[in-house]
């Protein structure tokens, strides 16, 4: 009976147990279509070395929609409330994102990735103002 009870313990353990895989960052990012964000659903993830600014969003750009393509093009959608008479429905920047380093690059910028899930895209850029550079933290849900 004691070896019954073990035997089924052990079998337990290695059909219950499922390996947890995961996911490629490249696939999280491509996955799906990203919207701006100022509701940071992880702040651990913010770093502890130095406080960076939330973008402040314009009206205009609450309802922007991204997408990363695997091609190395990100395709930048204006919804419906536009910030100039004139500005195009899309934009296309390209883009490149290092695993190891956590480097995402648009249009030439250097951004450190923060997180990259399912849930969230968080990354701080480097934004110019006239006082030079600041770095500024972007949240992409």
Not at 95 to 117: A, M, P
Not at 131 to 140: A, E, H, K, P
Request: glycine share 4%; with cysteine; proline share 3%.
């Amino acid at each position: 009976m004691k070896h019954c009870i073990y035997l089924l313990f052990v079998v337990l353990v290695f059909t219950g147990c499922k390996k947890e895989e995961k996911e490629d960052p490249l696939d999280i990012l491509t996955g799906k279509t990203w919207k701006y964000s100022l509701v940071d659903k992880n702040p651990s993830t913010n770093g502890t070395s130095i406080s960076v600014p939330f973008n402040v969003l314009a009206d205009c750009e609450k309802d922007n929609t991204l997408q990363f393509k695997r091609d190395g093009n990100l395709i930048m959608y204006t919804g419906n409330a536009k910030c100039t008479l004139n500005e195009s429905e899309t934009r296309t920047l390209s883009f490149s994102y290092n695993k190891q380093t956590k480097e995402l690059i648009i249009d030439g910028i250097k951004c450190e990735v923060l997180e990259l899930t399912k849930n969230q895209l968080k990354y701080k850029a480097p934004v110019s103002y006239q006082t030079g550079y600041v770095y500024v933290m972007f949240i992409l849900e």
